[in-house]
């Protein structure tokens, strides 16, 4: 696998933000004032041409070269996370602080470590890419504000994240223990973990060790749930949202998502279930009860909460537990046998777009109404914002029926294709594996039983911006920009619910090109002839 | 597979046995003449003057960051001054990537440690600005 000069002109797009954000840093060294949201606005726009010289994610082929991978999910999600930069930009661009530029910088290096997880192909290079994001959030949460709670935010987020990848880490060392290379989907001649997993041989000296996979799978869940802040790694995401900035919340709540959905999809998905390890429920069994988990207590934990970014935090976990969904969905599709997903994959990258526009909009109003001295933090402030910030209220509406799952809005398409796709599994094998059809309708059931209880809290936003007399008014001075970000975002989501299919329609192209197979490393059918394709290279001797 | 781990086993078992062997003979046959200056603590052959639990100054983690940064520069410049001459360094990857048709030449690996060392100067450049070399 070399990184060919192919390779660097596939990455262009990050090349360009890695460049705006040495020229920040430089810009905030030496001269303050506008000049940095210029070039930061220059930056994002530049990323985007080079991004969109790669063609439209609707009609992208599987690209391979080097360690990354071009298909229409890492284009889909390259796009999200440059949209997300642009929007967090505009939420942090009234900083009137002297390290203004320094936000806007680690920010972009943010984003720029979310575009390579996207799509890494490479165990190494998806783990540089996870760090790139959390590496600068660390330094994000100390710039946001200087008092105590934020110090022991960034101290909690520090120290747990550093838990996550060591956790995530040993995962990978299974990964290629087992398996013998870091590279995730092999081409051609060269043989990638999924090939090693799909052709493997039990006649071999290392076939006891796949037997390991398994743990591989527990660190791995651990690793990325920590991302998707899933339960039981859930603990640390009220605290940290609570300690910092609606801006820097924002940033939490959704790259860190784009970059487990991203993970568990590259990795997760196609290494483990597609073997025929001991147990072959294990694999969807674990997301499956972490999804019920993470949502539970997201959905119920809500339900109390008094400062809107602890509440939005849980509501943060909670849907981290309905993006478990897909993963268990597709798991279950794929360790069955089949080489297909059954839209679990395409269901969670739609679900991750429509999570991801409703959430940076609804902290993006909120910086805009809070300003850089003090933040909006409990509900209670809120009241009567509808009389007073008419605007900002009608947006933050749309965003929380959106976050309810109200139909003409995207968040309704989002739970329907996740839902959809458990009970479509479910009925598939009624009669083939009962025990499963069970496992998958029981778990649509307490989906939607989350989804109404989800609602009492997004409605009781609503209830106190629109129903509530006002106390003392928001002083709405986080910039005008800011409030322009989540119009922009608001607007998305109402595009996005008017026509779903055209995007429903990608999620499941991706999700196709996702787990399809390079016709030069295709499986022998399954049950017959297995291990007649490329031979694996035994650990021992391997070099 | 149980004999391809016997050695590595059979190594951590030495290990074991060693790292515990040394540790029971010095104490079973050796001399313990405590003194006070013996039960001082240890700080490079200074005396120690106050109590560890005492607030330093902040610039010292600056210049040690500092450090750490360039430190790691020469970890990665070390490897590749050595490839660049060896017999299996950059020309035979280079030879090999050339054989499968990819492109790869000793320009690219050059570029690439470049944009590294110039990213490192930027770092440096930034710091210098931000007075962490300045000792106030």
Known sequence: MFVESK?????????????????????????????????????????????????????????????????????????????????????????????????????????????????????????????????????????????????????????????????????????????????????????????AFLNQDSTALTSSLFKLSPIALVLITAGFGFKLAAAPFQFYAPDVYQGTTNANTGVLAVIPKLAGVAGFLRLALLVIPGTAVADKAFAWQLPLILAVLTMTIGNVCALWQKDIRRLLAYSSIAHGGYLLIGLAVGAASMSSGSHQAAGGAGGMLFYVLVYALATMGSLCTLAYLGSPRRELSGVEELAGLARSQPLAAATLAIFMFSLTGIPPLAGFWGKLTLFGSAIQLSAANQTSNTSLSLWFVGLAIVAALNAAIGAAYYLRIIGVMYFQSPGSPAPAAGGRLALVGGVFCALLVIGSGMFPAQIVGLSLRAEHKLVEHAPSVSPPPLGEGRGEGLPITPLVTAR | MADSLLPI?????????????????????????????????YESGMDPIHDAHRKFDVRFHLVAIAFLLFDVELLFLYPWAVAGNATAGIDAAVAQATELGIGYSRGLVFIEVMVFVGLLAVGLVYAWKKGVFKWR
Do not use: H
């Open chain 1, 7 to 195: 390779t660097i002109s596939l990455l262009a797009p990050e090349i360009i933000l890695m460049l705006g954000a040495t020229v920040l840093f430089l810009l905030g060294a030496f001269r303050a004032g506008r000049a940095q949201l210029v070039a930061t606005l220059i930056a994002y726009a530049g990323a985007a041409v080079a991004l969109a010289c790669y063609g439209s994610p609707w009609n992208t082929e599987s690209t391979l070269s080097g360690p990354l991978v071009i298909d229409p999910m890492s284009l889909g999600l390259r796009w999200i996370a440059l949209l997300a930069g642009f929007i967090f930009t505009l939420a942090g661009s009234r900083r009137d602080v002297e390290l203004a530029a320094e936000f806007q910088g680690t920010l972009m290096l943010v984003i720029c470590g979310a575009m390579l997880t996207a799509s890494a192909n490479e165990l190494v290079l998806l783990f540089l890419g996870l760090e790139l994001i959390s590496i600068p959030t660390y330094v994000l949460l100390f710039l946001g504000r200087r008092d105590r709670a934020s110090a022991e935010a960034t101290m909690k987020y520090f120290y747990l994240s550093l838990l996550a990848s060591a956790l995530l880490l040993y995962g990978f060392a299974f990964l290629y223990g087992i398996s013998g290379t870091t590279v995730i989907v092999g081409s051609g001649k060269v043989q990638g973990i999924r090939e």
């Open chain 2, 9 to 41: 086993l059979l190594f951590a078992a030495c290990a074991l046995a060693l790292a515990l062997g040394m540790l029971g003979v010095a104490s079973l046959f050796g001399p313990k003449r405590q003194t006070a200056v013996k039960q001082m603590a």
